[in-house]
């Protein structure tokens, strides 16, 4: 019920893309904010991109005009596009729900992550 399934990680060269999705159940992607986190080995925790609250993304400022976050509401997925892909983008990428309404106000939950790693 409360499971966010990541997948579209491994490893590419520098300049090659990958495409991550997160599928979700359906009633957190219907009552929830999505976005997409990632955690480099000894760094923070960072936003890489959400849906804002009133549906437009927002991106990080290290992947803007890189990468693409989308859904499709119709399979409850997030994807998460990833062009020109640097040495810098290697981590594990964290699909995130928050920002829940309704009876799900307060809850939030994180995937299990999936590992990105570029190589030069």
């Known amino acids: 019920q409360g499971r966010l399934v990541e997948s579209g990680g491994g490893s590419v060269r520098a300049g090659g893309s990958l495409k991550l999705s997160c599928t979700a159940s359906q009633n957190i992607f219907r009552n929830c904010g999505m976005g997409w986190f990632r955690q480099a080995p000894g760094k923070e925790r960072e936003l890489v991109s959400i849906f804002r609250n009133d549906g437009s993304p927002m991106y990080g400022e290290n992947v803007k005009g890189r990468f693409t976050i989308s859904r499709d509401n119709t399979k409850n997925m997030v994807f998460l596009q990833m062009n020109n892909l640097k040495t810098d983008d290697s981590a594990v990428y964290y699909c995130?729900?928050?920002?829940?309404?309704?009876?799900?106000?307060?809850?939030?939950?994180w995937g299990q992550g999936t590992q990105v790693t570029v190589s030069s």
């Open positions: 995130r729900a928050d920002r829940c309404s309704g009876s799900f106000a307060g809850f939030s939950v």
